[in-house]
């Protein structure tokens, strides 16, 4: 349950891209489809009142991180289109959106990530994605070790292994931040402290 969002709250939202909402795998417990209707939500919410929207994607094999990123996507080339926003998001973003390309799981690791954060006096994240055991989760540690407070909207994250989300959500999640639906998220903006 999410019992406060700060009044400088961040969404930041993790590989909702095509190379990956596209894949076709299937995911668990919620399908791409979903995470997206949610994430809009949560954009449109973000804007509405006035807080920073981070996306975040992904271009593996890149730069010092080329080793790790091999071992993460194996020694693949991304595809043409691989790295842009779904559309879903594209048509929802705004000037002053902050946009975060990373080189491996985790959007603090090597990115401009905290620096934009503190930029707007952001005190907490709200956090969604593909998926939940990866990126979100890597995300999520990099930002408790900054300080950040942090919310996870559970309906607008998702991952290829139900198990491996269901233990981000059960075991890891429950230590860092407060867990709570797209719609608790949206409920609470509107009465941030």
């Not at 795998?25 to 979903?34: D, I, L």
């Not at 998926?131 to 994250?157: H, K, L, P, Q, W």
């Amino acid at each position: 349950m999410i019992t406060a969002i700060d009044q400088n709250t961040a969404l930041v939202l993790i590989d909702l891209q095509k190379g990956i909402t596209g894949m076709g795998r299937t995911t668990a417990p919620h399908p791409v489809g979903t995470v997206l209707e949610n994430a809009v939500r949560l954009v449109d919410a973000f804007h509405a009142a006035g807080q920073p929207v981070v996306i975040v994607n992904v271009i593996p094999a890149a730069g010092a991180a080329k080793l790790r990123a091999e071992k993460s996507f194996g020694a693949m080339t991304p595809p043409p289109g691989f790295a842009d926003i779904a559309t879903e998001l594209q048509t929802r973003t705004r000037p002053g959106d902050i946009f975060v390309t990373k080189r491996t799981w985790g959007a603090f690791f090597e990115t401009p990530l905290h620096a934009e954060l503190q930029k707007r006096g952001v005190t907490q994240i709200v956090l969604g994605g593909i998926s939940t055991s990866i990126g979100v989760e890597s995300t999520a540690r990099g930002a408790s070790e900054r300080g950040y407070n942090i919310a996870f909207a559970t309906d607008a994250m998702t991952d290829t292994d139900a198990a491996a989300h269901g233990h981000s959500l059960q075991n890891i999640f429950p230590r860092i931040g407060e867990l709570g639906t797209t719609a608790e998220v949206i409920a609470m903006l509107a009465t941030r402290q």
